[in-house]
């Protein structure tokens, strides 16, 4: 059967033809083999234009399109949209970005972008015909259950939001600790292993002492940060240092300090130095500061190397400083010890003056949060990447900043980085609220552009398993490669590297980019 | 040949490299209109097949363009892109092709200034190289 294309030049409302000939565009695609309709349009974005270029697509009953229109996040919705309602396959469509590729970035040589904008045109042609139709498959989920993993401030954040959009959410929590949340608690509890994709996953989780089962649709991993004991000559001095969390926990019951206080943002200041975000300074100034309220008679020291509050946080500094909170900053060399002469006194020499000081140190708190050691048995189970500093990495940051590289399991709080509690509930609110409508949807969809395995050509030799970051190729019964359509993201790093060319991305085939590039280098430049 | 324009052809991905382009055309640069795009999922996906065809079929510079190594949308994708960036080069000189007509860019997708500044890069290469010398036939 010979292709009905149909070709659509959108003038972007003037903008195009400021600069190129959509006339002799128009020429060129009437002219080309295949195509049965043309269309220039205004606005490919304006409804009424788009119903235009529909009526004629249904009535020439065209079966793949060529769009010059813009970056393809911008039309590509609605236009997908339309298309499959005149009964074209999403995939039969060949996008050009004329205005983002030749328009604007070459206002001043006209006739050059002409010819660019024409081989474009011819490329897409090419490139539309070797077009095949796909298919995307969606499944039921068999739950709406979200699970959490964590119930501190980010999972409990996480669990209202996702309630909140219909979930039903399950917290899974090391402790025996106690909290208001929606939904299913599960003290005592630890996730051990996981299978399954997006949508329908399946847990092992260890509750007490029993090992179980449980369903889920989607993950937020919110273990928070953990925390240790001082180390260093420190440590053999001061017995009593505590987290800062211990002492937002006692001022909650009233139990202020006696004497004074002094913050350190390292648990070891001599060792090696963490980074500026790993301190929680939002926290740190806040109890501080709420501290010299409640007693105003107390002596408030804070010791540090960096200090970077959050946004307008900053203007925390301004505030403690008002109500005679000291601030000593203090390098590598001059690290605060316990001073020789005094042994109830600390010495730090204040990096501003050069001098040597000594404060006396009757409560020492320390301020930074290091990374959870669960982290690495979650991240295990849940087969993620990890972060080089022990946090759970996520994956782009255009997939969401709350996302890991698995769709369907989510990260936030300080299990990504060490983050204040408003900025780890917001986090929490986000990866919740992102679990839950994808929840609610109840379907989750896959295939389209994957990539297969031609089996004859295959040799097992594992390289295709190896390099997946999602883990969709196995050797399956035949001793050779195969794909799981439900995992794969269609990114063709495998079919890149595959030594015996088995393995071909739907879309994206070799004959189809090779085609189109050396269409793009023929004719005038 | 004074007058010849020279051949550029990019192979970016649809992610950060393509994000990255169109932010640079809206936010008014100019580059060179030698430069042509070809999308692709992600430069995992470039094959050094795709790089060598399209030397053979004219280019003279060529260039990948992708998400940066620790912020790649697929992940490892980048990563891989580069390593067959580097075995085509190695294949280029092998053949007596100068293996600087071949270079890897890396962008995130709010890195406006780096597009033109790789396609200027890989213009400024071409300009000066010209065209690939055939064996023999005196093309």
């Known amino acids: 059967m010979k292709a009905k294309i149909q070709v659509v030049i959108c003038r972007c409302c003037s903008e195009v033809p400021a600069l190129l000939n959509t006339d002799r565009l128009a020429m060129l695609a009437t002219d080309a083999d295949m195509v049965v309709s043309v269309k220039s349009v205004d606005a490919v974005c304006d409804g009424k234009d788009l119903a235009g270029v529909m009526g004629e697509a249904k009535e020439k009953e065209v079966d793949r399109a060529v769009v010059l229109a813009c970056h393809k996040r911008d039309v590509a919705p609605a236009l997908l949209r339309a298309y499959k309602r005149a009964g074209v396959n999403e995939f039969m469509i060949k996008l050009v970005n004329l205005r983002e590729e030749v328009v604007l970035p070459h206002q001043a040589q006209p006739e050059r972008a002409q010819a660019k904008a024409e081989a474009m045109l011819r490329a897409a042609l090419v490139r539309s015909v070797m077009l095949q139709p796909r298919e995307r498959q969606t499944e039921e989920m068999r739950t709406n259950n979200v699970v959490i993993i964590g119930a501190g401030v980010s999972g409990q954040a996480a669990a209202r939001a996702a309630a909140k959009a219909g979930a039903h959410t399950v917290i899974l929590e090391k402790t025996g600790k106690t909290m208001k949340a929606p939904g299913v608690i599960l003290p005592h509890s630890q996730l051990i292993g996981a299978k399954g994709w997006t949508g329908n996953y399946t847990l092992t989780i260890r509750v007490g002492e029993k090992v179980e089962e449980l369903e889920a649709a989607a993950i937020i991993v919110a273990t928070g940060g953990g925390w240790t004991e001082l180390k260093g000559p420190l440590a053999k001095a001061v017995k009593d240092a505590v987290p800062l969390y211990k002492l937002h926990e006692r001022m909650e019951n009233n139990d202020l300090p006696k004497g004074p206080v002094v913050v350190v943002d390292t648990p070891d200041p001599a060792g090696k130095t963490l980074k500026v975000q790993d301190y929680a300074w939002d926290d740190t100034l806040e109890t501080v500061i709420e501290l010299k309220k409640r007693a105003p008679s107390t002596e408030a020291y804070v010791v540090f190397q960096e200090m970077r509050a959050f946004g307008l946080n900053e203007l925390a500094y301004k505030e403690a400083a008002d109500i005679g909170i000291r601030f000593i900053r203090y390098d590598k060399a001059g690290a605060p010890k316990v001073d020789p002469k005094a042994p109830a006194k600390l010495a730090v020499k204040d990096f501003a003056q050069g001098e040597v000081l000594s404060i006396p140190f009757g409560t020492l708190v320390f301020a930074s949060i290091p990374p959870n050691k669960d982290n690495e048995g979650i991240a295990d189970a849940l087969r993620i990447p990890m972060a080089f500093d022990g946090g759970i990495r996520r994956g782009s940051i255009q997939r969401g900043p709350v996302e890991t590289v698995r769709p369907g399991i989510y990260v936030c709080g300080s299990a990504l980085f060490p983050k204040s509690r408003e900025l780890a509930e917001r986090e929490g609110e986000m990866a919740g609220s992102m679990a839950g409508e994808f929840v609610k949807t109840g379907r989750t969809s896959y295939g389209g552009s994957v990539a297969e395995v031609e089996q004859e050509k295959c040799s097992a030799c594992l390289t295709c398993v190896r390099t997946c970051p999602y883990e969709a190729p196995f050797i399956g019964r035949a001793s050779k490669a195969e794909i799981r359509t439900e995992l794969c993201q269609g990114c063709g790093i495998c079919v890149g590297i595959c030594p015996s060319k088995a393995i071909e991305l739907h879309h994206y085939t070799d004959d189809q980019i090779m085609g189109e590039a050396r269409s793009l280098l023929g004719g005038d430049f | ?139």
């Open chain 2, 1 to 139: 040949m004074a007058d010849r324009k020279p051949k550029v052809i990019g192979f970016v991905c649809e992610r950060h490299g393509m994000e990255a382009a169109v932010l640079s055309a809206r936010s008014g640069k100019q580059h060179d209109a030698s430069v042509r795009l070809v999308e692709v999922p992600c430069t995992g996906r470039v094959d050094g097949i795709h790089l060598l065809k399209a030397f053979e079929d004219g280019a003279d510079a060529v260039f990948v363009f992708g998400c940066l190594e620790k912020n790649c949308y697929y992940d490892t994708g980048s990563i891989e892109g580069r390593k067959r960036v580097g075995y085509v080069k190695q294949m280029l000189e092998e053949a007596g092709i100068e293996k600087e007509r071949l270079e890897m860019f890396n962008a995130a997708s709010s890195n406006a200034w780096m597009f033109p500044k790789a396609v200027e890069k890989m213009v400024e290469v071409a300009k000066k190289l010209g065209p690939i010398e055939k064996g023999g036939d005196g093309q």
